[in-house]
């Protein structure tokens, strides 16, 4: 809007008043005047205009002063001695009286409106080109909490036009080709909420760290959100499905993490704000409720909805009023600006060692160089390009270091933290949230640090090394069978959504239970029968939770979520609990509910332990954890498989099982499936077939018991071969009959990663399905692709039929060039 005010109210502001009023003023105008007619609430306020500011420069040639000291910075002069003659200039520079006027007026009317004498409020920043899309000046410049009065108001308003020149933003602005004098400042003066009394925090309504899109996270800490967003503090985290948040029905909140929250930043008594340790209570205890996180994520949709991309969004809890509130909006610039269709993939190709420090990975890359510990960003010339930064927290005057640095690492912060947010937005693996990487890691000694590994990054000596590629999705070609994935670990699932694979062929539930869990699920049932030891371990893993088996179904829960999330809509298969005894004696609690084994391979594994009394009661937690899923949670993409099922009678004996626990199939579109792994479900394939919706052959175990070879043995590692003319028979016959009881089959192993000749028997044989590891999905599906446009070519024939099986089906040999028939041949 054409203008020459120096103060416009929010309600005034649009989304396109950017140059007049900054991004972060213009979002708040966009929210106030957009979103609260549809529940969103925002605090309110105003905001001095770019004329405002561009009326301060023209006094007593501050604005030709200023550009002398920008070229002084072009012809060598140091950074921080040119932001620290800039910011001197400014801040010698009072005020336009007509601007002083009008922002006092405009407080005075906030006051009025408020009903309150000096309302305390909140004044914050807003660059001219700050949160655009394609550019973030987030923290660049001041914000000033609490503040109170006239005269204090006036104040932290000057020291907001002086932050546009901090060594920070000048350094950003040059990097990102901006010109410093067409950079205008605006002032947010925001009535504060009193989250110093109760909480605040960040949401991203896309993961921040992979990019996926179908997912809002919330952040969450005791107090003013300054904590959470320098990093000062641990935060909780939410993770809100977005499509399940569209049924009131249904609880989209898929996961919660509590965070450590040991600091809390607060109103000060002399000071505008102080930070003060949180006490235990408070450490432990969530700070948002699931009907708050709930509404918080649907506003943020909301939000996204309105301006057609994802969104970075600050919120803040009232401890007066209990109310919620959005404080701030700017566009999300990191991920968003990631291409879709580009997988970038890093990993180790040496095993490493233990790892010195863990943290919260941010990024998905790997670096390495020597490590270099600092207390404050001054220590500029210490570091070297290339070095592994190591400190307790940074803040925006660290950033002309951190672009220097092959890698951070810090103590505290959360994946909202400023540590985060900027390394992601340069590109540089940090983890952060170690806790101690300042007391362990030692200046000079070189460190390699791995985000590539799941969520939690790790910190190992050495430098190790590693493989960097990048795969373009769009060539991948459309196959007729679906390439599918396997997937174990939840918190590694997001960063494959980019794939385009037609769902999750296995997902198992043993690595969510050994890593998330960390419990025998009869342990927590009957704690009675454990030792002392094992009894207080258990205590301190479950505090919180009256109901212990609640906190299995919780756990299991929220790791079968995010795994079906990431694949929305598309099929996810989860198979139930496959740990033979000896890995199940090895969870927490484990040993008193496990018999001792001479072969566990074939003992007591699978469907033979869910109706047995040894387990049924754990198998049951593991029932209502899918329930609560499929049903609860709307992630009604979940296919339930059972592993190891010897007998048609141990299927009837499962599924009666899982239908007393509300798992019935065929109900809410439930389907079942069952692994073929055994040979009694090749030879009773229709049998089973009446029994379960689909087959997933299981070709480890399959040539196991089909050769009599123990698959673990170093002796008998020639004769294990899944392309055995046996064994492909067993795979053809249960395909033909499989496809005769119209039930769909798919293989799940990593043979056709390494194979292609196998994948075209596979495909030669018509398997509906392929699940492979993700980093060899696009090979297999080339391979795929290729092995059907080879059976276009051949008219459909299949490999040439030899003599009949003993089910009258052809046999068309083994695969192709494999197995003891290509040798006779």
Same mark, same amino acid.
């Given at each position: 809007?054409?203008?020459?005010?120096?103060?416009?109210?929010?309600?005034?502001?649009?989304?396109?008043?950017?140059?007049?009023?900054?991004?972060?003023?213009?979002?708040?105008?966009?929210?106030?005047?957009?979103?609260?007619?549809?529940?969103?609430?925002?605090?309110?306020?105003?905001?001095?205009?770019?004329?405002?500011?561009?009326?301060?420069?023209?006094?007593?040639?501050?604005?030709?002063?200023?550009?002398?000291?920008?070229?002084?910075?072009?012809?060598?002069?140091?950074?921080?001695?040119?932001?620290?003659?800039?910011?001197?200039?400014?801040?010698?520079?009072?005020?336009?009286?007509?601007?002083?006027?009008?922002?006092?007026?405009?407080?005075?009317?906030?006051?009025?409106?408020?009903?309150?004498?000096?309302?305390?409020?909140?004044?914050?920043?807003?660059?001219?080109?700050?949160?655009?899309?394609?550019?973030?000046?987030?923290?660049?410049?001041?914000?000033?909490?609490?503040?109170?009065?006239?005269?204090?108001?006036?104040?932290?308003?000057?020291?907001?036009?002086?932050?546009?020149?901090?060594?920070?933003?000048?350094?950003?602005?040059?990097?990102?080709?901006?010109?410093?004098?067409?950079?205008?400042? &605006?002032?947010?003066?925001?009535?504060?909420?009193?989250?110093?009394?109760?909480?605040?925090?960040?949401?991203?309504?896309?993961?921040?760290?992979?990019?996926?899109?179908?997912?809002?996270?919330?952040?969450?800490?005791?107090?003013?959100?300054?904590?959470?967003?320098?990093?000062?503090?641990?935060?909780?985290?939410?993770?809100?499905?977005?499509?399940?948040?569209?049924?009131?029905?249904?609880?989209?909140?898929?996961?919660?993490?509590?965070?450590?929250?040991?600091?809390?930043?607060?109103?000060?008594?002399?000071?505008?704000?102080?930070?003060?340790?949180?006490?235990?209570?408070?450490?432990?205890?969530?700070?948002?409720?699931?009907?708050?996180?709930?509404?918080?994520?649907?506003?943020?949709?909301?939000?996204?909805?309105?301006?057609?991309?994802?969104?970075?969004?600050?919120?803040?809890?009232?401890?007066?009023?209990?109310?919620?509130?959005?404080?701030?909006?700017?566009?999300?610039?990191?991920?968003?600006?990631?291409?879709?269709?580009?997988?970038?993939?890093?990993?180790?190709? $040496?095993?490493?060692?233990?790892?010195?420090?863990?943290?919260?990975?941010?990024?998905?890359?790997?670096?390495?160089?020597?490590?270099?510990?600092?207390?404050?960003?001054?220590?500029?010339?210490?570091?070297?390009?290339?070095?592994?930064?190591?400190?307790?927290?940074?803040?925006?005057?660290?950033?002309?270091?951190?672009?220097?640095?092959?890698?951070? %690492?810090?103590?505290?912060?959360?994946?909202?933290?400023?540590?985060?947010?900027?390394?992601?937005?340069?590109?540089?693996?940090?983890?952060?949230?170690?806790?101690? $990487?300042?007391?362990?890691?030692?200046?000079?000694?070189?460190?390699?640090? &791995?985000?590539?590994?799941?969520?939690?990054?790790?910190?190992?000596?050495?430098?190790?090394?590693?493989?960097?590629?990048?795969?373009?999705? &769009?060539?991948?070609?459309?196959?007729?069978?679906?390439?599918?994935?396997?997937?174990?670990?939840?918190?590694?699932?997001?960063?494959?959504?980019?794939?385009?694979?037609?769902?999750?062929?296995?997902?198992?539930?043993?690595?969510?239970?050994?890593?998330?869990?960390?419990?025998?699920?009869?342990?927590?049932?009957?704690?009675?029968?454990?030792?002392?030891?094992?009894?207080?371990?258990?205590?301190?893993?479950?505090?919180?939770?009256?109901?212990?088996?609640?906190?299995?179904?919780?756990?299991?829960?929220?790791? %079968?979520?995010?795994?079906?999330?990431?694949?929305?809509?598309?099929?996810?298969?989860?198979?139930?609990?496959?740990?033979?005894?000896?890995?199940? $004696?090895?969870?927490?609690?484990?040993?008193?509910?496990?018999?001792?084994?001479?072969?566990?391979?074939?003992?007591?594994?699978?469907?033979?332990?869910?109706?047995?009394?040894?387990?049924?009661?754990?198998?049951?937690?593991?029932?209502?954890?899918?329930?609560?899923?499929?049903?609860?949670?709307?992630?009604?993409?979940?296919?339930?498989?059972?592993?190891?099922?010897?007998?048609?009678?141990?299927?009837?004996?499962?599924?009666?099982?899982?239908?007393?626990?509300?798992?019935?199939?065929?109900?809410?579109?439930?389907?079942?499936?069952?692994?073929?792994?055994?040979?009694?479900?090749?030879?009773?394939?229709?049998?089973?077939?009446?029994?379960?919706?689909?087959?997933?052959?299981?070709?480890?175990?399959?040539?196991?018991?089909?050769?009599?070879?123990?698959?673990?043995?170093?002796?008998?590692?020639?004769?294990?071969?899944?392309?055995?003319?046996?064994?492909?028979?067993?795979?053809?016959?249960?395909?033909?009959?499989?496809?005769?009881?119209?039930?769909?089959?798919?293989?799940?192993?990593?043979?056709?990663?390494?194979?292609? &000749?196998?994948?075209?028997?596979?495909?030669?044989?018509?398997?509906?399905?392929?699940?492979?590891?993700?980093?060899?999905?696009?090979?297999?599906?080339?391979?795929?692709?290729? $092995?059907?446009?080879?059976?276009?070519?051949?008219?459909?024939?299949?490999?040439?039929?030899?003599?009949?099986?003993?089910?009258?089906?052809?046999?068309?040999?083994?695969?192709?060039?494999?197995?003891?028939?290509?040798?006779?041949?």
């Amino acid at each position: 809007m054409p203008t020459t005010s120096r103060i416009l109210p929010f309600g005034e502001i649009r989304r396109e008043d950017v140059p007049l009023v900054g991004g972060k003023n213009a979002s708040l105008g966009e929210m106030t005047a957009h979103l609260t007619s549809a529940g969103v609430r925002v605090p309110p306020g105003f905001a001095t205009t770019a004329d405002a500011y561009r009326e301060l420069l023209a006094g007593h040639g501050l604005r030709a002063r200023i550009e002398e000291q920008i070229a002084r910075l072009h012809d060598g002069a140091a950074l921080d001695e040119v932001g620290a003659a800039v910011r001197s200039m400014i801040m010698a520079e009072p005020l336009p009286n007509g601007l002083r006027t009008e922002v006092v007026a405009a407080y005075e009317r906030l006051a009025h409106e408020q009903s309150r004498e000096d309302p305390d409020v909140a004044v914050r920043s807003s660059a001219t080109a700050e949160d655009l899309p394609e550019a973030s000046f987030a923290g660049q410049q001041e914000t000033y909490l609490n503040v109170r009065g006239a005269a204090r108001l006036l104040e932290c308003c000057h020291r907001c036009y002086a932050s546009l020149f901090t060594d920070r933003a000048i350094d950003y602005r040059e990097r990102m080709g901006f010109d410093h004098l067409t950079v205008a400042l &605006s002032i947010g003066v925001q009535v504060m909420v009193r989250s110093d009394l109760a909480g605040a925090g960040v949401i991203f309504t896309l993961d921040p760290e992979s990019g996926f899109p179908g997912v809002v996270v919330v952040s969450a800490a005791w107090g003013l959100g300054e904590t959470v967003v320098s990093g000062r503090t641990d935060p909780d985290e939410y993770t809100v499905f977005k499509p399940s948040l569209k049924d009131p029905a249904l609880d989209p909140v898929i996961d919660i993490r509590i965070g450590a929250k040991r600091r809390k930043a607060v109103y000060g008594e002399h000071e505008l704000t102080r930070t003060v340790d949180t006490t235990t209570a408070e450490r432990a205890r969530r700070v948002l409720s699931d009907a708050e996180v709930r509404l918080l994520a649907a506003w943020a949709a909301a939000v996204e909805e309105h301006y057609g991309y994802p969104m970075d969004l600050e919120w803040a809890k009232d401890g007066v009023t209990g109310e919620l509130a959005l404080v701030q909006a700017r566009p999300e610039t990191v991920q968003s600006r990631r291409r879709a269709t580009t997988l970038r993939r890093c990993r180790l190709t $040496a095993t490493p060692g233990r790892s010195l420090v863990d943290g919260i990975a941010v990024g998905e890359a790997i670096g390495e160089g020597p490590a270099v510990v600092l207390d404050s960003p001054v220590e500029l010339d210490r570091f070297p390009t290339g070095g592994v930064l190591v400190t307790g927290i940074t803040d925006p005057d660290w950033e002309p270091l951190m672009k220097r640095a092959a890698a951070v %690492v810090t103590d505290h912060g959360g994946r909202t933290s400023h540590a985060a947010i900027v390394s992601r937005e340069l590109g540089v693996p940090a983890v952060v949230g170690t806790g101690r $990487a300042t007391e362990v890691l030692h200046d000079g000694v070189d460190a390699t640090v &791995s985000c590539a590994e799941g969520a939690r990054g790790h910190v190992y000596a050495g430098l190790l090394p590693y493989d960097e590629e990048e795969t373009d999705l &769009s060539g991948l070609p459309a196959t007729r069978t679906r390439v599918m994935l396997n997937l174990a670990d939840p918190s590694a699932s997001f960063r494959w959504w980019r794939l385009p694979a037609d769902g999750v062929g296995l997902a198992r539930l043993e690595f969510i239970v050994a890593h998330q869990v960390k419990i025998h699920p009869m342990a927590l049932l009957h704690p009675e029968r454990l030792d002392r030891h094992d009894r207080r371990a258990v205590e301190q893993l479950t505090e919180g939770y009256p109901d212990r088996g609640q906190y299995f179904v919780d756990r299991l829960a929220s790791g %079968v979520a995010r795994i079906a999330a990431s694949r929305w809509p598309e099929p996810v298969v989860v198979r139930t609990s496959d740990f033979k005894t000896n890995e199940y $004696a090895r969870l927490l609690g484990g040993r008193p509910f496990e018999p001792a084994e001479a072969n566990p391979m074939i003992g007591w594994r699978g469907a033979s332990r869910y109706y047995s009394n040894g387990y049924r009661e754990g198998f049951a937690l593991e029932c209502r954890a899918l329930r609560r899923v499929r049903d609860e949670m709307g992630l009604t993409n979940v296919i339930v498989m059972i592993p190891f099922c010897r007998t048609t009678e141990e299927a009837d004996r499962v599924l009666d099982g899982m239908a007393e626990q509300g798992l019935h199939r065929g109900e809410h579109g439930l389907k079942v499936y069952v692994m073929a792994e055994i040979p009694s479900n090749i030879i009773l394939a229709e049998d089973f077939a009446e029994r379960f919706d689909g087959f997933s052959i299981g070709s480890n175990d399959l040539t196991q018991l089909t050769l009599g070879v123990d698959r673990d043995s170093e002796l008998l590692a020639h004769v294990f071969d899944e392309t055995d003319p046996a064994v492909a028979r067993s795979v053809r016959s249960l395909i033909a009959r499989a496809h005769s009881a119209g039930r769909p089959v798919g293989l799940c192993g990593q043979r056709p990663s390494d194979d292609p &000749s196998f994948t075209e028997f596979l495909v030669r044989t018509g398997i509906d399905s392929i699940s492979v590891a993700p980093d060899s999905f696009a090979a297999v599906k080339q391979h795929v692709y290729a $092995a059907e446009s080879h059976t276009n070519d051949d008219e459909g024939t299949t490999v040439p039929p030899g003599p009949a099986t003993a089910d009258g089906t052809p046999d068309r040999g083994t695969v192709p060039g494999h197995g003891r028939a290509a040798e006779r041949r």
